[in-house]
């Protein structure tokens, strides 16, 4: 494509992560004319692989897949990439004020706070129940729920330490945010898109039980190779137009004009491009109103997973220093072992300000607490900042504070006249994973089909 140059075509998608290529490969074969335009010069969006030598590929981003994320599984299959299980077998690791517990199904603590903790799940389910996933903000006490924060509700509800715990790994850990920054409604609603906090949480039959062979990008790849040219790299879109005719989609050297467009990034990115005329009040306020998580994920690679050996499944939790939630992330058997460790919430953030080698440090110090100092001499290592990252801007996905769903969430899918809203943040099942980027695009591309006369 030469530079500054015009395309026509009936659909322009912006964004080839997996909502976006989601949504072209379903308008295209349904025989309408698409371009994606893409900022980065890779396709995949918040799935990216990186290849460590010898055949190694590790996910630097999304990676998990569970048995009900039928939208992702369904779309790996038809693209001929398997997944297969995570190591699980052993002990698990909690470190909670700064005391270890190795477990095998329940942690040894005081009868409770164990309950504590219990209570405060299944109060959080059953408050979940009354939350539609289609529209949260009409659930019965959706305003109270969306005026006030998950710390707020835990000061009231819990009352040990364990208590406290529990919800603050599930919010740094699930949400990548600190409990005092995320709506109960908004928890409600990530409880109920997911299926609840078993299948957020765990790994067999759950959220974390698979991963994809070959890495998650895989999928993007082989996605964008059957669109072909119609996928343009190095295209950050700034500008879109919108006439009565269609619309123009002004990227670096590309003009793509169309019947229709899908936006197809999340709702801080969605918010930095211009448009004319501009965006619905809401609309825009909801770009806002909807911050990234935070989120460092850091990989040690040994030339053998020594933890297993010594009977752990290389899961840990803590409330401590340095990654405060890992697993075992290398090849089911054999060597290499690769340990995975999320640093998130307030911990990413300040450890982002770090110098790396005290990061890394902090990092590998926490690995060594949990499965001895082996862990902290890894023959390689490997992390990656997504709040730095100029295309993403943080991870997993958008938390919603209070006041986000009840003031702007039906803003969150509705059409702005031409344009449509996909991106894992719009989905209505597993919201913030590749499931949900993959749901959000059918529902689009569906939702253009309509619109366009052509289903
Ligand atoms: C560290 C990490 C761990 C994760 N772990 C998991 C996991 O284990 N399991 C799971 O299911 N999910 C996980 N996720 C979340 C999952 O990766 C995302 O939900 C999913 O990939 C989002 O896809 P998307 O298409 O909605 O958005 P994105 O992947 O963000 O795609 C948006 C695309 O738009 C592009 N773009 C942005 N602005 C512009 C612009 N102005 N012009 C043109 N292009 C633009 C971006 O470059 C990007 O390619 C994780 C994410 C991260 C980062």
């Known amino acids: 494509m030469s530079a500054g140059s015009r395309v026509e075509c009936d659909v322009v998608v912006v964004g080839a992560g ?37 055949g190694l590929v590790v996910d630097v ?49 005081g009868p409770a706070q164990l309950a504590d903790a219990g209570r405060a799940i299944v109060a959080l389910e059953r408050l979940a129940r009354r939350v539609s996933v289609q529209a949260p903000w009409q659930a019965a006490g959706a305003d109270a729920a969306d005026s006030r924060t998950l710390a707020d509700w835990a000061r009231r509800n819990v ?42 949480t765990e790994t067999s039959g759950a959220a974390q039980q698979d991963r994809f062979a070959g890495g998650s990008q895989l999928i993007a790849i082989r996605l964008a190779e059957r669109l072909g040219d119609r996928v343009r790299l190095g295209a950050p879109v700034t500008r879109i137009e919108q006439r009565s005719s269609g619309v123009t989609v002004h990227a670096n050297d590309v003009v793509a004009s169309g019947r229709r467009a899908v936006v197809a990034v999340p709702p801080a990115l969605a918010g930095r491009i211009c448009y004319d005329p501009p965006l619905p009040g809401d609309r825009d306020q909801l770009t806002q109103a909807a911050p990234m998580g935070s989120v460092i994920k850091c990989l040690a690679v040994y030339d053998k997973p020594f933890w297993r050996d010594a009977g752990y499944n290389g899961q840990a939790t803590s409330d401590g220093l340095g990654a405060t939630v890992t697993f075992d992330t290398g090849p089911p058997a054999g060597a290499p072992g690769v340990l995975l460790g999320f640093v998130t919430g307030a911990r990413a953030r300040r450890l982002a300000q770090a110098d790396p080698a005290a990061r890394r440090g902090e990092v590998l110090g926490s690995f060594g607490r949990y499965f001895g100092p082996d862990a902290q001499r890894p023959a390689e290592y490997v992390e990656h900042d997504w709040t730095a990252d100029q295309w993403t801007r943080g991870c997993y996905g958008a ?57």
């Open 159 to 200: 009352r040990t330490r364990l208590g406290r715990f529990a919800i603050e790994a599930f919010s740094q850990g699930v949400l990548a945010c600190e409990p005092g920054e995320v709506s109960l409604l908004h928890v409600l609603f990530y409880l109920r898109s997911a299926g609840g906090l078993r299948q957020l």
């Open 61 to 109: 981003g999304g990676q998990f897949v569970g048995p009900t994320q039928r939208h992702v599984l369904g779309l790996a299959a038809e693209l001929g990439v398997p997944t297969y299980p995570i190591f699980t077998d052993g002990l698990t690791v909690l470190e909670i004020g700064g005391r270890r517990h190795a477990y095998r199904k329940v942690p040894r603590l």
């Open 399 to 455: 938390h919603f504070p209070p006041g986000t769903w009840t003031q702007f969430g039906s803003a969150l899918r509705r059409p702005s006249g031409l344009l449509h809203w996909a991106g894992t943040e719009t989905a209505t099942e597993w919201s913030g994973y590749m499931d949900g980027a993959v749901q959000s695009g059918e529902r689009a591309a569906d939702e253009v089909l309509t619109a366009l006369n052509m289903r």
């Open 18 to 54: 997996l909502a976006g290529l989601t949504v072209a490969s379903r308008l295209e074969r349904a025989g309408c004319a698409v371009v994606v335009l893409e900022a980065r010069g890779r396709v995949g969006g918040r799935v990216l692989n990186q290849e460590l030598g010898d």
